[in-house]
């Protein structure tokens, strides 16, 4: 080998590893500021979870310079010296030869199996201490415990004001979890169909949401915010686009909003572009999504299957299946929107219902100061399995309503922004 080749392979060898250091900074960097962040927590069971994965991250870190440096240091150890020539150039070995081989040394052998071995149980007692804490975290409040229901391709959350959950709830939202600011708030998370996973990894780590079964988890923020989640379990053609949002206020603002969430809607007046959109809606959505106060029987002739303006939508909540959801796969249901103005978010939490929905604007006044998404609204209404994947003819995520002109869109519109 020549010595330009050789001062190649240590060019080399040296951008490998610079290269790696670069990607490590870079990723710390990054993650930092991402909306998925497990090192920036905002909540105290986030905080211990990075307080659990900082130092393993070193550990990882060092044990990884450690193997590289001396993969690095075997192969300038046992390189091949000379040639046969003795010109002094690094030499080769023919197909049919072999290096002098070394088999066994047990004291590297048992060091390399004890070290790796006392490490991991080392990480090990330390996870299991902050896992058995994470388990052990108790809701501060006991009247504030919010059913989470994963469905496809969407949460919903069912707010008990009493701590009964098996009792209709309060009232329901759907997309993004508000808490008070400083309330370990208690969570029963469910699934209608299938096997889904809740996190929101700047408050809390994850839990899966099972069919058949309920899982308790506690989630809390220390400070106002909005902080993105997802879905982390495969759950079919829009699991990528099942997202949620928790929004933490003040407790005062929380309270307002919790006041307002339990307030019926209002039916528009009828000549008015709402009213109009009203009419459109009542016959084209009105049989999946729950406006309370508006899409009751009363408001569609006094039929009482015209449309599930009651709590039965959301489970059974008297007799021999308190509490259940729903024994088939398909949930037939659909998020209710009677405060859909006041979120930030809609579509599973894909898109942004305001434009300018950041930290500039208070959340309680988004609905009067915010810019509503007109166009990405429209494009939802009028073909929702275009910009997100679904299965509606199987009940899995919204149908398309590609029969309506843009009238009847620009009406339905109208009609949702009263829905504050």
């Given at each position: ?116 071995t006392v490490l991991l149980a080392v990480i090990s007692v330390f996870t299991l201490v902050a896992l058995f804490a994470l388990d052990d975290v108790k809701a501060s409040d006991e009247d504030l415990v919010v059913t989470v229901i994963g469905q496809q391709w969407w949460w919903e959350y069912q707010y008990h004001l009493d701590g009964d959950t098996d009792t209709a709830p309060d009232f329901v939202t759907a997309n993004e979890l508000v808490i008070p600011v400083g309330v370990d708030v208690a969570l029963d998370i469910k699934s209608r169909d299938v096997i889904h996973s809740f996190w929101i990894p700047k408050l809390n780590g994850k839990r899966d949401a099972v069919p058949g079964r309920s899982h308790d988890w506690v989630i809390q923020a220390e400070e106002p915010g909005r ?194």
């Amino acid at each position: 080998m020549s010595k330009r080749a050789r001062g190649l392979v240590w060019l080399s060898s040296l951008l490998v590893i610079f290269g790696a250091i670069a990607l490590i900074v870079v990723a710390i960097v990054v993650d930092k500021d991402h909306p998925l962040s497990t090192l920036s927590p905002v909540g105290r069971q986030g905080r211990d979870i990075a307080e659990l994965i900082n130092p393993i991250f070193i550990v990882a870190g060092v044990v990884f310079f450690l193997v590289q440096g001396a993969v690095l240091a075997l192969w300038w150890r046992f390189r091949v010296a000379g040639s046969d020539s003795g010109d002094g150039e690094f030499g080769y070995y023919e197909d049919d030869e072999f290096p002098d081989q070394t088999h066994g040394n047990n004291r590297l052998e048992i060091a390399w199996t004890i070290v790796p071995t006392v490490l991991l149980a080392v990480i090990s007692v330390f996870t299991l201490v902050a896992l058995f804490a994470l388990d052990d975290v108790k809701a501060s409040d006991e009247d504030l415990v919010v059913t989470v229901i994963g469905q496809q391709w969407w949460w919903e959350y069912q707010y008990h004001l009493d701590g009964d959950t098996d009792t209709a709830p309060d009232f329901v939202t759907a997309n993004e979890l508000v808490i008070p600011v400083g309330v370990d708030v208690a969570l029963d998370i469910k699934s209608r169909d299938v096997i889904h996973s809740f996190w929101i990894p700047k408050l809390n780590g994850k839990r899966d949401a099972v069919p058949g079964r309920s899982h308790d988890w506690v989630i809390q923020a220390e400070e106002p915010g909005r902080f993105r989640g997802q879905c982390t379990e495969f759950c079919g053609l829009s699991h990528g686009y099942m997202k949620m949002v928790a929004v933490a206020l003040p407790r005062a603002e929380f309270a307002q909003w919790r006041d307002n969430q339990i307030t019926p809607a209002d039916m528009p007046e009828e000549g008015t572009q709402a009213g109009e959109g009203w009419a459109t809606f009542s016959q084209q959505c009105a049989n999946c999504h729950v406006i309370n106060g508006v899409t009751s029987a009363a408001n569609r002739g006094g039929d009482p299957e015209s449309a599930p303006d009651t709590w039965d939508i959301y489970g059974e909540f008297n007799g021999p299946h308190a509490g259940t959801y729903t024994d088939e796969l398909v949930a037939g249901a659909a998020p209710n929107l009677t405060h859909l103005m006041t979120r930030t978010t809609f579509a599973g939490s894909a898109f942004d219902l305001y434009l300018d929905a950041g930290d500039d604007i208070p959340y309680l006044v988004l609905s009067d100061k915010g810019t509503l998404n007109r166009g990405e609204l429209e494009a939802w209404i009028f073909n929702a399995p275009e910009r997100k994947p679904a299965d509606a003819d199987d009940l899995r995520g919204m149908p398309a309503r590609t029969g309506l002109s843009p009238d009847d869109i620009d009406n339905v519109v109208a009609f949702l922004s009263t829905l504050d």
